[in-house]
């Protein structure tokens, strides 16, 4: 058996060692491939991360393709060409043609440099054609960012007219008047402007004065977040009616302390760190994931980024943008060859997101933090703060089960942005004196090396995918999906464990997670998630091998003891019903025209029958009204007491609860968190 089990061992490390050798022969690194035997020994008998770092950062071929692999894009705007948009743009305004205009304004902001007028003047005329569509916000805006991005001083009182004018638009007598003194004041100490002009100017804006205002405006622009009506002491990312539990075979996990009913929030969160997708850099805000199209802000370095507002810019400069700026995806399709399997490990992005929120000081002494700790404690529920660092490190990452093989691609994505940080001046102590005589890092590459190494192990198993709706409008859900748009990582839902069948749905607003309940939970049940597996769509054999490869984990949540079967295999017939004592947990069985439990209490065939036929024909009539009135807001209620009702008479396996709990799931996402229209 010994012989046996060395032989096998010794087998998977050859196929390792052949996988790695063919990715690096791919990646012109032949001359690694004569002593990697040698050099995956040595790893594994170091038990010092800091020394298996070192290995890989002292490597002289790793550093090569990694150095390879790193191309900055800085530089890249285009000031004649911003300008020559602009013009174009000014050509199709003064002919009516708006949107035409709009479009061309908006590619010339991204080729416009920093440090000439081509910016602010760009943005001052897209105010005007905000203003002539009556998108008073919008040019607001506008005229805001082109007055503190340098437009000529002698042309800022046609800005400042324009806003006065706004202001009025909206409402805002107070803001107006301030604005009229302001122009007058302006108009007095420019010269350039003649007296004629001046006072026609001023006429029409005393005229504004004496007008009847405009009605106040909401500006719905601004997005309202979920919140939660009571938050959880420990988890503040989940309501207070869950509590965490934990067992040796599932780790920690959360469960009900009360009934919950169906459509209740029980988690909102926003994330530590989130990434946008980058087929959808052209689109969303690369901070909140938000529309960005019709009035993006650029990022005033790159030509990557683009951002729905003056809060989510300074966000992205100072915080998650600022590592990752004018940094050219490269290392993904390294990442996958070395790691195997159809596609790269994008989320590995993440790690540079999370530390650009914060200072090396401040990132170096979390490490210690973590290095000093004690193991996690798996019975005690930690304090887990919203989009909060520190409590990233709260979540498992699975460190005894690591080895050269499982993360070898994570020590390649760490000496990637180790050179990436290094590129960004972030570190302080670079200095000869500085550097360690066992690693040849600086202190501060060392513990941020360690801190990224630890920050994508838990990336690896907690990242969630965050999505939106694709449907043909607010009122019809013809063409509906759903369509990933980049990922996150989020400090309470990763206590979240996994079910087959979820008792709960989310949905985002922006990059910010919505959980709530699709099925009653009863008190003590524990509250589950789907990672991406459903059993009404795969069956056990290919769930289980997906959740193993991905999660490491062989799935035994009910779905997969019960083995149910997919939606086209399930029974047409009921084939369990629910005990009407709500605290029984027994189910019913049939026995001559009456399902008995095993508490004693009984319901009649008939009325069972009858009550879910009635149930069914409801589903019925909810399709059909939101076929005709396009209302999903109306049907996310209907669709929830239906299935309060389904689920206090049977339970699966039946075909029947299928349809409404996913009729429920589309409901909620046409009308709540992230969605587009594909007309």
């Known amino acids: 058996a010994a012989a046996e089990e060395e032989h096998v061992e010794s087998g998977e490390r050859v196929n390792f060692e052949t996988c790695c050798l063919l990715a690096l022969w791919d990646i012109k690194m032949e001359a690694f491939g004569a002593d990697l035997g040698s050099f995956i020994e040595k790893f594994e008998a170091c038990e010092d991360l800091g020394g298996q770092l070192d290995m890989f950062y002292g490597k002289t071929e790793i550093y090569n393709c990694v150095v390879d692999h790193l191309e900055f894009s800085l530089d890249t705007k285009n000031d004649d060409l911003a300008n020559q948009l602009k013009d174009e743009g000014n050509k199709l305004f003064l002919t009516g043609k708006d949107s035409a205009a709009l479009s061309k304004y908006n590619e010339g902001l991204f080729q416009a440099d920093k440090s000439s007028k081509s910016l602010s003047l760009i943005l001052a005329n897209r105010s005007a054609v905000f203003y002539k569509l009556g998108k008073f916000n919008l040019c607001l805006k506008d005229i805001q960012l082109a007055l503190a991005w340098n437009y000529p001083s002698n042309m800022k009182y046609k800005l400042v007219d324009r806003r006065a004018k706004c202001y009025f638009q909206l409402g805002e007598r107070g803001e107006m008047m301030k604005d009229i003194n302001n122009v007058k004041q302006m108009l007095k100490d420019n010269s350039d402007v003649t007296k004629d002009k001046s006072d026609k100017i001023m006429h029409d804006l005393n005229k504004l004065n004496e007008s009847k205002l405009k009605p106040k405006a909401v500006d719905k622009s601004v997005k309202t977040k979920t919140s939660l009506a009571k938050v959880n002491t420990n988890f503040s990312g989940f309501s207070a009616a869950l509590e965490m539990n934990s067992s040796p075979e599932r780790g920690r996990f959360m469960v009900a302390n009360r009934d919950i009913k169906i459509g209740e929030v029980v988690g909102a969160e926003d994330p530590v760190a989130s990434l946008l997708l980058s087929g959808w850099n052209d689109r969303l805000c690369s901070v909140c994931f938000q529309s960005a199209e019709e009035a993006p802000i650029p990022c005033l370095n790159c030509s990557a980024a683009r951002f729905c507002s003056e809060e989510c810019w300074k966000e992205g400069l100072e915080g998650s943008h600022r590592l990752v700026c004018g940094v050219k995806e490269g290392l993904g399709d390294l990442l996958r060859q070395v790691k195997g399997g159809d596609t790269s490990p994008d989320y590995y992005q993440l790690c540079a997101k999370v530390m650009g929120k914060h200072e090396v000081t401040e990132l170096v002494e979390i490490m210690e933090n973590v ?243 009635e149930l069914v024909r409801k589903v019925v009539e909810t399709i059909q009204m939101e076929a005709l009135t396009g209302n999903f807001s109306m049907s996310v209620k209907s669709y929830s007491d239906i299935l309060s009702g389904l689920y206090s008479v049977v339970t699966h396996p039946w075909r029947g609860l299928v349809m409404p709990e996913q009729m429920l799931w589309k409901a909620v996402r046409m009308v709540r968190g992230n969605r587009r229209c594909l007309e």
């Open 371 to 613: 290095e000093n700790r004690k193991e996690l404690n798996m019975t005690e529920a930690p304090v887990q703060k919203e989009a909060d660092l520190r409590s990233l490190f709260n979540l498992v990452s699975n460190d005894q089960d690591r080895n050269l093989q499982t993360d070898f691609w994570i020590f390649l994505a760490v000496i990637y942005f180790l050179h990436v940080l290094k590129q960004k001046d972030m570190f302080t102590d670079l200095a000869s004196d500085n550097l360690d005589n066992s690693h040849g890092l600086s202190r501060q590459q060392i513990k941020i090396g360690l801190l990224m190494l630890k920050t994508l192990r838990i990336l690896q198993f907690n990242t969630h995918s965050v999505l939106q709706s694709a449907r043909k409008s607010d009122t019809s859900d013809e063409g509906f999906s759903m369509e990933p748009v980049g990922s996150a990582i989020y400090t309470s839902m990763a206590f979240l464990n996994h079910s087959c069948n979820p008792n709960t749905i989310k949905y985002w607003e922006g990059g910010r997670m919505v959980v709530l309940a699709c099925q009653p939970i009863r008190k003590g049940e524990e509250v589950t998630d789907n990672y991406g597996m459903h059993f009404t769509v795969n069956n056990r054999n290919v769930r289980r091998n997906w959740l193993q490869e991905f999660f490491w984990f062989p799935c035994s949540c009910p779905a997969c003891t019960l083995n149910l079967s997919t939606t086209d295999l399930l029974p047409d017939q009921i084939q369990s019903v629910v005990c009407p004592d709500q605290g029984c947990a027994h189910k019913m069985r049939l026995r001559n025209g009456t399902w008995i439990c095993a508490c004693g209490k009984e319901r009649s065939e008939g009325q069972v029958t009858a009550r879910v036929a």
